[in-house]
């Protein structure tokens, strides 16, 4: 099974701040993924990677940047957090028949 | 680009009724299509995938879903529902390509009343 780690599960954040979300996979994907999840509007992705220091942007990449330094690993950046950021964030790893692993995401709070 | 609307955001029903929960999408190109299922305050795992081949697929727990080309559709049945299937069941698509994005529907919240 494809192992998606986020490294906080809840995060608190005052608006301003520049915040990090990490994410790291053990299954040597190539392609990872950041998504938001919002009540009734689904899982909305913010940036794509498909290769190391390889990124395209998703439907609502303003905001937000990424990086992906080493394979197994893809960060999400808020450049600045302001309060319409607050969501769960959800990372995903897939091969290249597109099924993901997920991990168990992130609740961020930016106040 | 492609796009998935997933029709009902709530489908309620009763135990050991059959279900099926509507998937549409859009694309130019050929595609790859899943269904995901999110049960209350869990991640989200893959319920079936389409990749190629039948257009019936069977994916875990009972749940089936087929492929329908022409309507562009991909929707998701089980014949009898128990409680435990109370979840948000998300429909998703990507381009044939080893890269490519996959793109989510918004979600449909199946209900079970006993």
């Known amino acids: 099974d494809v192992k998606v780690t986020q490294s906080s599960r809840?995060?608190?954040?005052?608006?301003?701040?520049?915040?990090?979300?990490?994410?790291?996979?053990?299954?040597?994907?190539?392609?990872?993924?950041?998504?938001?999840?919002?009540?009734?509007?689904?899982?909305?992705?913010?940036?794509?990677?498909?290769?190391?220091?390889?990124?395209?942007?998703?439907?609502?990449?303003?905001?937000y940047s990424v990086s992906r330094e080493k394979k197994e690993r893809f960060s999400l950046i808020l450049e600045s957090a302001s309060t319409n950021q607050t969501s769960m964030y959800l990372c995903a790893s897939s091969s290249g028949t597109g099924d993901c692993g997920f991990g168990n995401g992130t609740r961020l709070t930016v106040t | 680009a492609q796009s998935v609307t997933q029709l009902d955001s709530q489908v309620p029903v009763f135990e050991e009724a059959p279900v099926e929960l509507r998937c549409n999408?859009?694309?130019?190109?050929?595609?790859?299509?899943?269904?995901?299922?999110?049960?209350?305050?869990?991640?989200?795992?893959?319920?079936?995938?389409?990749?190629?081949?039948?257009?019936?697929?069977?994916?875990?727990?009972g749940f089936e879903a087929e492929f329908n080309k022409s309507q562009t559709s991909f929707h998701l049945r089980k014949p009898s529902v128990h409680i435990s299937d109370t979840a948000e069941y998300f429909c998703a698509v990507s381009k044939y390509s080893s890269a490519s994005k996959i793109i989510f529907g918004s979600g449909t919240r199946l209900s079970i009343r006993p």
Do not use: A
Request: charged share 20%; with cysteine; hydrophobic share 35%.
């Open chain 1, 10 to 63: 809840y995060l608190v954040k005052r608006t301003g701040e520049k915040v990090f979300l990490e994410c790291v996979q053990d299954m040597d994907h190539e392609n990872m993924f950041w998504y938001r999840q919002d009540p009734g509007l689904g899982l909305r992705l913010i940036y794509f990677s498909y290769d190391v220091k390889m990124k395209e942007k998703g439907d609502i990449p303003e905001g």
């Open chain 2, 25 to 61: 999408y859009s694309s130019s190109v050929s595609v790859y299509l899943f269904w995901y299922v999110q049960y209350p305050n869990q991640g989200l795992q893959l319920l079936l995938k389409y990749l190629s081949g039948s257009t019936l697929v069977k994916g875990i727990n």
